[in-house]
């Protein structure tokens, strides 16, 4: 399964790198703006700067919604790196638009799935990437996580090559469960990656080491 982080937090995605564990960067305008990055400009040049920071997949996000609009700013997106996915949402425009930039060689991450039906939709336009968001259906009062099962079960038996993007994740044990559920991906925020260090045990372990090395030092 891949890591990617889901931020657009300079200093965390330096951070996730240095772990050497990173394998890609995922942002929204909801994060951009979190961090204060205002204007057309300013976003192109935070992409730029995460493309040169993690040598990985990093989704850009399109904000039209027609798919003249979508498809004139994916391409500009795609051609900022060769590592930029152009992410598009799953809406009738954002399907035709999948569809042209598969044909065009530019690949897709497709977001804000939330059914079974808009996976299909999007392996079928050709995605590289579906992302259903399991937070926000558990906040709605049903299980994220059977999403993810749903879907891996239908790529496997259809032998869909999208990769399942396990987003919206609250916690460590989500991404734990996306591993179990057969997600090829999970985007993380930094915290519930990190949680996935912590364990008592591990600290209770190693303070009991280093006071009986002290004995042969
Ligand atoms: O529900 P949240 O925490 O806002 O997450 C929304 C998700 O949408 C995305 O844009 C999908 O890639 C991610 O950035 C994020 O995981």
Redesign the pocket.
């Known amino acids: 399964m891949k890591f990617?982080i889901?931020?657009a937090d300079l200093e965390q995605i330096k951070e996730a790198n240095d772990l050497g564990i990173l394998d890609g960067v995922?942002?929204?305008p909801?994060?951009m703006a979190k961090v204060g990055v205002k204007g057309h400009e300013a976003v192109i040049q935070h992409y730029k700067t995460i493309c040169e920071i993690v040598d990985g997949d990093i989704?850009a996000?399109v904000v039209s919604t027609d798919f003249k609009g979508i498809v004139e700013e994916g391409k500009k997106l795609a051609a900022l790196h060769k590592n930029i996915v152009v992410?598009v949402p799953m809406i009738k425009e954002g399907v035709k638009a999948i569809k042209w930039f598969t044909d065009n060689g530019i690949r897709t991450?497709c977001?804000?799935v939330f059914s079974a039906g808009q996976a299909i939709l999007a392996a079928k336009a050709g995605a590289a990437y579906v992302?259903p968001?399991i937070?926000?259906i558990d906040?709605s009062g049903w299980e994220g996580i059977n999403l993810i099962s749903q879907i891996a079960e239908i790529y496997a038996v259809q032998g869909f090559e999208t990769e399942i993007?396990a987003?919206?994740?609250?916690n460590s044990n989500h991404i734990i469960q996306c591993a179990e559920a057969g997600a090829d991906v999970v985007?993380?925020?930094l915290e519930p990656i990190l949680g996935l260090l912590k364990h008592p045990l591990t600290d209770i372990g190693l303070a009991k080491f280093l006071e009986d090395a002290k004995k042969f030092a």
């Open positions: 990617f889901d931020t995922t942002t929204n909801s994060l989704s996000e992410k991450n977001t804000l992302s968001f937070g926000r906040d993007l987003a919206s994740i609250r985007t993380s925020p």
